[in-house]
């Protein structure tokens, strides 16, 4: 179950010193240039901007191993690090925790008949996936993210 403490709590999983997060948001494009988003595919725009789904296990980065920082596809703000990617089973690349809650905006969706919290991106809004609270410690959290919506940036020397 879902409940309104699974969104309070997050904030106590992971926050970045001030200095580190300004400077993450300073490196992410306008949420107007990310909208725009000249480069995306059909079903990248389709994933972030109306809030589809992609397959599961035929995406991108469900099985990836590499190491570096899964940034917001359309605007490129950093959400996800590859230590903290985990095999759900699911078909899709999941994490325990964002590189910090505030990157995120969380959002209730009770649409199919499912409960489920929605991740969206904080600087331009792209829809990301779902955060669900069936994941491993120390969290205990799942984010379920479409690759469609992320890209990886390889670590340095990788």
Same mark, same amino acid.
């Given at each position: 179950?879902?409940?309104?403490?699974?969104?309070?709590?997050?904030?106590?999983?992971?926050?970045?010193?001030?200095?580190?997060?300004?400077?993450?948001?300073?490196?992410?494009?306008?949420?107007?240039?990310?909208?725009?988003?000249?480069?995306?595919?059909?079903?990248?725009?389709?994933?972030?901007?109306?809030?589809?789904?992609?397959?599961?296990?035929?995406?991108?980065?469900?099985?990836?191993?590499?190491?570096?920082?899964? $940034? /917001?596809?359309? =605007?490129?703000?950093?959400?996800?690090?590859?230590?903290?990617?985990?095999?759900?089973? +699911? %078909?899709?690349?999941?994490?325990?925790?964002?590189?910090?809650?505030?990157?995120?905006?969380?959002?209730?969706?009770?649409?199919?008949?499912?409960?489920?919290?929605?991740? $969206? /991106?904080?600087? =331009?809004?792209?829809?990301?996936?779902?955060?669900?609270?069936?994941?491993?410690?120390? +969290? %205990?959290?799942?984010?379920?993210?479409?690759?469609?919506?992320?890209?990886?940036?390889?670590?340095?020397?990788?």
């Amino acid at each position: 179950m879902i409940t309104d403490d699974l969104i309070a709590n997050l904030s106590k999983w992971r926050t970045l010193p001030d200095e580190q997060y300004v400077a993450l948001k300073a490196d992410a494009r306008s949420p107007e240039d990310a909208r725009r988003g000249d480069e995306l595919t059909p079903v990248q725009r389709n994933v972030l901007f109306n809030h589809a789904t992609e397959p599961a296990f035929n995406n991108e980065y469900h099985a990836c191993k590499s190491s570096g920082t899964y $940034h /917001c596809r359309a =605007c490129r703000l950093a959400l996800f690090r590859s230590e903290d990617k985990f095999d759900s089973g +699911t %078909g899709w690349p999941s994490f325990t925790t964002p590189i910090d809650y505030r990157v995120a905006k969380y959002t209730r969706n009770n649409s199919y008949n499912m409960e489920r919290i929605e991740v $969206h /991106c904080a600087n =331009c809004g792209g829809h990301q996936g779902h955060v669900f609270n069936d994941g491993p410690t120390p +969290t %205990g959290l799942r984010f379920c993210i479409n690759s469609a919506s992320i890209i990886l940036i390889p670590a340095r020397g990788e």
